[in-house]
Nanobody, 127 residues
């Protein structure tokens, strides 16, 4: 089993920044593509960003493109989500997830393809 633990969430004013971290343990981190998803109250969970196992491929939802940056450090078994220019509509619980790198990166935007999930971290952006 791969265990994922998110951290770094909190309350921030509109226009501010946060960096989320997701620490992995239990299996070889570089064996997985990693993704970030979020779920706002009353809404379905949605894709935010993903990164290939080596870090050479990244993809973003249109709603965060240009504001969020996903990165990973395989030596530290950690994936990051740098969030800048935050908006109230970014308020959600943010989850990291992992999918085996045996899958093509084409699957990384699809929630149901992920094998492991963290417990989530709350991000609240105030006006």
């Amino acid at each position: 089993q791969l265990q994922l633990v998110e951290s770094g969430g909190g309350l921030v004013q509109s226009g501010g920044s946060l960096r989320l971290s997701c620490s992995a343990s239990g299996r070889t981190f570089s064996s997985y593509h990693m993704g970030w998803f979020r779920q706002a109250p009353g809404q379905e969970r949605e894709f935010v960003a993903a990164i290939g196992w080596s870090g050479g491929y990244t993809v973003y939802a249109d709603s965060v493109k240009g504001r969020f940056t996903i990165s990973r450090d395989n030596a530290k078994n950690t994936v990051y989500l740098q969030m800048n220019s935050l908006k109230p509509e970014d308020t959600a619980v943010y989850y990291c997830a992992a999918v085996d790198r045996g899958h093509t990166v084409a699957v990384v935007t699809t929630e149901r393809r992920y094998d492991y999930w963290g417990q989530g971290t709350q991000v609240t952006v105030s006006t």
